[in-house]
DNA sequence: GTCTATAAGTAGATAGAC
DNA sequence: GTCTATCTACTTATAGAC
């Protein structure tokens, strides 16, 4: 019954995946070495490879980390009262400006385009376990709007393009001008967020009937 | 009067920067070594060297080369005829999804943010220098519609985060999901915009007098 | 599980001949 | 302007002792 046996392991797992993940975010894929990620565990690079057998399984371990969580959330919200859709729609988007604004998965996406050129297998993981589902909670949340009369049957594709496409391009703006002084007079989040779900619920909005 | 004076070395210069610019988008830029950039223009690393100082300022010319092509497209947009605001603008959104999506420029976004962590200077030099720029003609192009009576009086910073959001996160899933077999069923273009651009026009829609 | 030591390779960048 | 040859620093990854 040594404490060395199922719960350990995995948690030394974690607390290295997350300082990794810090150091990725910071300095980028390629720019992070696995003798720094071994530093800042306060491991040698031999211990860090005992843990990982690569680089590469280092980083998916740090993009999968988290997923459990921010969709654990979004199901949460989606399985709440049914009656006032547009009310969980609301809720739904700003869950996602949160997530994709300042969490470490959500801020992944560009350092998962720069590494999936190598690694395929990460970009497809990301796609199949995270983006999918996503879409999945949200069009259900449609349909549920759809069917009871609340929301217009708008085209599920589209829709979901104007959804994340504003969220993560902004993430994406912040992380690409993150040294400038003046970033949150640039990208004000809760305006901008504001902004964006007045106009999708105008998009969802049933149109008056003729 | 020999060709080698003062056309040759910026003709050269250009199509070195060129092929970097492939190598860059499909390798990234850490993955980009100089010696690969050098092969692929036939010539040696310390010949590459002349030209450019470092790998920073060849990234960095990679980056503003193209600019002036972008621009000086969307401003011949722009001065057209003012007299049918929704048309113009219409054909400014297309003309950004075929930059972005399509162009070297465009498709350089996830590595700017790659690279901005190292060499602000690049970022800051995308920001002013493109994407400013990018946002005044727009800005314009509202405020003509607006003084017209043809747009409503929409919000400046929210209407750029719906027009850009959609379009750089289409061409951010399209780099990052690049070795998808179905990646045209997954992201149809076309589709996706055509759906964005009405929805922007119905904001900007001025509506019905009271 | 963690360490020291090191292999084996590649990066960016430079010196100096032609 | 282009070359050959080279330097230094750093990379991922492994072998083997404890």
């Given at each position: 019954?040594?404490?060395?046996?199922?719960?350990?392991?995995?948690?030394?797992?974690?607390e290295i995946?997350?300082?990794?993940t810090?150091?990725?975010?910071?300095?980028?894929f390629?720019?992070?070495?696995?003798?720094a990620?071994?530093?800042a565990a306060?491991?040698?690079?031999?211990?860090?490879?005992?843990?990982?057998p690569?680089?590469?399984?280092?980083f998916?371990?740090c993009?999968t980390?988290?997923?459990?969580?921010?969709?654990?959330?979004?199901?949460d919200?989606a399985?709440g009262?049914?009656s006032?859709?547009?009310?969980k729609?609301?809720a739904?988007?700003?869950?996602?400006?949160?997530?994709i604004i300042?969490?470490q998965?959500?801020?992944?996406?560009?350092?998962?385009?720069?590494v999936?050129?190598?690694?395929p297998?990460?970009a497809?993981?990301f796609?199949?376990?995270y983006?999918?589902?996503q879409?999945?909670?949200l069009c259900?949340?449609i349909?549920?709007?759809v069917?009871s009369?609340?929301?217009?049957?708008?085209?599920?594709k589209?829709f979901l393009h104007?959804?994340?496409?504003p969220?993560?391009?902004?993430?994406?703006?912040?992380?690409?001008?993150?040294t400038?002084q003046d970033?949150?007079e640039?990208?004000?989040?809760?305006h901008?967020?504001?902004g964006?779900?007045?106009?999708?619920?105008?998009?969802?909005?049933?149109p008056?009937?003729v």
């Amino acid at each position: 019954m040594a404490e060395t046996k199922k719960t350990a392991p995995s948690a030394r797992r974690r607390e290295i995946v997350e300082i990794a993940t810090g150091l990725f975010l910071e300095n980028g894929f390629a720019a992070t070495s696995m003798a720094a990620v071994a530093e800042a565990a306060g491991l040698t690079k031999a211990s860090l490879y005992h843990h990982f057998p690569g680089k590469e399984e280092l980083f998916a371990a740090c993009v999968t980390h988290g997923y459990a969580a921010e969709l654990e959330r979004l199901r949460d919200i989606a399985s709440g009262d049914a009656s006032d859709a547009p009310e969980k729609m609301r809720a739904a988007i700003n869950a996602l400006y949160e997530t994709i604004i300042s969490s470490q998965v959500g801020r992944m996406s560009p350092l998962i385009a720069e590494v999936s050129r190598s690694f395929p297998t990460v970009a497809r993981s990301f796609h199949d376990d995270y983006i999918g589902p996503q879409h999945e909670i949200l069009c259900k949340m449609i349909d549920e709007g759809v069917a009871s009369g609340q929301f217009a049957d708008v085209d599920r594709k589209v829709f979901l393009h104007l959804v994340f496409g504003p969220i993560v391009t902004l993430s994406l703006s912040r992380e690409m001008f993150a040294t400038f002084q003046d970033l949150e007079e640039h990208f004000p989040v809760a305006h901008l967020r504001d902004g964006h779900v007045d106009m999708l619920m105008q998009a969802l909005a049933k149109p008056l009937a003729v």
